[in-house]
C-alpha cells in the first residue's frame, strides 16, 4: 500500500507519542519534534509505504531519544491485560470464533490511543458482530490442504489472541506446521521474538524472526532466512495494518490480511467503513 495524503500526519502524531512516552524533559521534546519535522521530507515521497518509511524514521528518532523501546511501560500494560482477558475467557471451541477474537484483539494498539481497560468489554462486542469482508472460509479450506502456515503476529498484547487462535488451528489441522514470526527488535508497540517466548509460543509453533524491527513485513528488510521460509510457506496469515500496508501490493493469494481497518487510508483501501473487521484474502 502506497502513502495516502493522511499518513504524514499520522507519522507525526506517532513520533510525539514516541517523544513523550521517551523522555520528560519538554525541551528535548521540543528538539525532537524539529528533528522529526527535518526528517519528513528524507523519508516520505509518493511511492513510500507508510509502515516501512514510518518505521525508519521512528528509529532515527529512537537514537535521537537514547531511548531504545519508548513504549516499554504501555506494551507490559497491554501484556498484563490481554493475557487476563484469554485467561477469563477461557478455551474457545469455535475456530471462527477463535479467528474473530484474534482479529478484535487487534484494538489492543497504543499506537492509536487505546485505553487497554476496556479490552474486555470491548472483545466480547466485537466478537459478536460479523466481519465486513469475510475470506474466512477460504482461509480454512487452504488451511485443510495445506502443509505450513506462516503467522505475522503484531502488537505486543494481542498476541494472546493469536495464540488462542493458532492453538485452534493446530488442533483442526494437525498435519500443519505452524511458524510465526515477529520482530527482531522493538518497534512502538510491536511484538518481538522475545515477546512470543514469554507468551509460550516455543509450545505451539516454531517461532521466527523477520529479520527487521520495522513494522509490518517489508520483504526488502527481512533478512534472508525469513524470506526462503515466506517463498516456501502455503498460507500466510498476517495481523493488522501496517502487515497489509507492507504485503497487499503483493496481491499474493496465499496470505489472509486479519485486521480492524482503524484509519481512513485502511477503510479506503479495503472500500469499507472506518472500524471494520475483515478477513481478507491477498488478491482482494
Do not use: W
Amino acid at each position: 500500500m502506497k502513502i495516502h495524503y493522511e499518513c504524514i500526519a499520522c507519522a507525526v502524531n506517532q513520533a510525539q507519542k514516541i517523544v513523550e512516552m521517551g523522555t520528560e524533559d519538554v525541551v528535548q521534546r521540543k528538539k525532537a519534534m524539529l528533528f522529526i519535522a527535518k526528517k519528513l521530507g528524507e523519508f516520505f515521497n509518493e511511492d513510500s509505504v507508510p509502515a516501512t518509511d514510518g518505521g525508519r524514521l521512528f528509529l532515527e528518532l529512537y537514537e535521537f531519544l537514547r531511548n531504545d523501546d519508548p513504549f516499554e511501560e504501555y506494551k507490559r500494560l497491554s501484556t498484563e491485560l490481554a493475557r487476563d482477558v484469554v485467561s477469563d475467557m477461557g478455551r474457545v471451541n469455535d475456530l471462527k470464533t477463535a479467528l474473530k477474537l484474534a482479529i478484535a484483539g487487534n484494538l489492543i494498539d497504543f499506537a492509536v490511543g487505546y485505553d487497554p481497560r476496556k479490552a474486555e468489554e470491548d472483545m466480547l462486542r466485537l466478537t459478536s458482530g460479523e466481519l465486513y469482508i469475510d475470506h474466512s472460509s477460504e482461509l480454512f479450506s487452504e488451511l485443510e490442504n495445506a502443509r505450513s502456515l506462516l503467522y505475522l503476529v503484531d502488537n505486543c498484547g494481542e498476541i494472546y489472541f493469536d495464540r488462542m487462535f493458532i492453538e485452534r488451528i493446530r488442533e483442526e489441522f494437525p498435519g500443519l506446521k505452524v511458524y510465526v514470526a515477529a520482530k527482531e527488535g522493538p518497534i512502538i508497540n510491536d511484538a518481538t521474538v522475545e515477546d512470543l517466548r514469554e507468551a509460550g509460543f516455543d509450545e505451539i509453533a516454531e517461532v521466527v524472526s523477520t529479520g527487521s524491527r520495522l513494522p509490518g513485513t517489508p520483504l526488502e528488510y527481512a533478512s534472508p532466512g525469513f524470506l526462503r521460509l515466506f517463498e516456501r510457506v502455503d498460507v500466510v496469515i498476517a495481523k493488522g495494518q501496517a502487515n497489509f500496508e507492507t504485503l497487499s501490493d503483493l496481491k499474493d493469494p496465499r496470505i489472509f490480511f486479519l485486521l480492524k481497518a482503524k484509519c481512513t487510508p485502511i477503510s479506503r483501501e479495503l472500500g469499507v467503513p472506518k472500524g471494520s473487521l475483515v478477513c481478507v484474502r491477498g488478491r482482494y
